[in-house]
């Protein structure tokens, strides 16, 4: 093999080994992308455009525990800038809702339920100690296009929530509490306190499990619900739309003589719109 051979072949492997590595670190760029909107995910009042789509399966409902309920929550969250400082963040949950002897036996309804909207004011940076908090209003609208669906109810109070990332952990909680201000005097009043503690650990495959509790406390019946969740989601990139899949339990750990018993199903698809 003459010099001229060799210096080819020398320059060709160095290019080969410069484009593997190029590669590489375009590689691990995207998992780092991927691993970063995970732990977005886990941050409700992250600054990133979503549409979440999650699908609830509850059964054993009603008095005789005969009922079974569908229901697609479309959950998109938009946030905007307020000023360099802060940021205000839009949640909306928007129930599509299909059940079966929940109202009678033999009897079923179908279509949308009420929208909670919740608004929070957060402040872009976290605190000295490493909080991410917001804080605002949360509204009940009665959209319900079944009067078995809706409480016919409009309600307003108070909502917030308080996370920590540190490393592969977010933990934190979000609360809420809603009054009826108006609506149908049929109806029975509501007086709810929201409560969800969470915690999720994300691994840098962008793999994210998560534990949370979704108790709400009734204060005009003086009951407690308390759906505990556990899952697990994964990021992934479709074309060039970024997308994460959930799939996951739910037992409800207290119930009253009207909600779900026993074993849930959850599983969800989120797309994500980073800026």
């Known amino acids: 093999m003459n010099k001229t051979t060799l210096a080819s072949f020398a ?21 780092v992308e991927k691993e970063a909107l995970a732990k977005q995910l886990s941050n409700p009042i992250a600054a990133l455009i979503s549409l979440p789509l999650q699908l609830n399966y509850d059964q054993n409902i009603g008095l005789n525990d005969q009922g079974e309920r569908w ?12 000023s360099k400082d802060w940021n205000v963040i839009s949640r909306t949950i928007l129930p599509i ?24 004011f957060s402040p872009k940076a976290p605190t000295k100690t490493g909080w991410i908090w917001g804080a605002g ?64 650990y994300t691994t840098p495959a962008a ?31 479709i074309n060039s739309q970024l997308i994460s899949v959930a799939a996951g339990v739910r037992y409800w750990a207290a119930t009253t003589d009207s909600s779900p018993e026993g074993i849930a199903l959850r599983v969800s698809l989120t797309f994500m719109f980073p800026k």
Request: net charge negative; charged share 15%.
């Open 11 to 31: 320059v060709m492997l160095i290019a080969g080994f410069n484009a593997q590595a190029h590669a590489d670190i375009g590689s691990v760029a995207k998992q």
């Open 71 to 82: 229901t697609l929550n479309v959950q998109p969250v938009a946030p905007f800038e307020l």
């Open 97 to 120: 809702i299909s059940q079966k002897n929940v109202s009678g036996v033999n009897n079923s309804e179908s279509g949308i339920g009420d929208i909670v909207q919740s608004v929070f």
């Open 137 to 200: 209003p949360v509204l009940l609208l009665p959209t319900g296009s079944d009067k078995m669906l809706t409480a016919d109810k409009w309600g307003i109070g108070p909502t917030a929530v308080a996370l920590k990332q540190k490393g592969p952990w977010t933990y934190g909680g979000l609360a809420n509490h809603i009054i009826s201000i108006a609506g149908d005097d049929d109806r029975g009043d509501i007086n709810a306190t929201f409560l969800q503690p969470f915690l999720s």
């Open 207 to 237: 793999i994210t499990y998560t534990l949370n509790a979704e108790a709400t406390y009734d204060w005009e019946g003086e009951q407690w619900t308390i759906p505990v969740y556990a899952g697990i989601s994964k990021v992934l990139k």
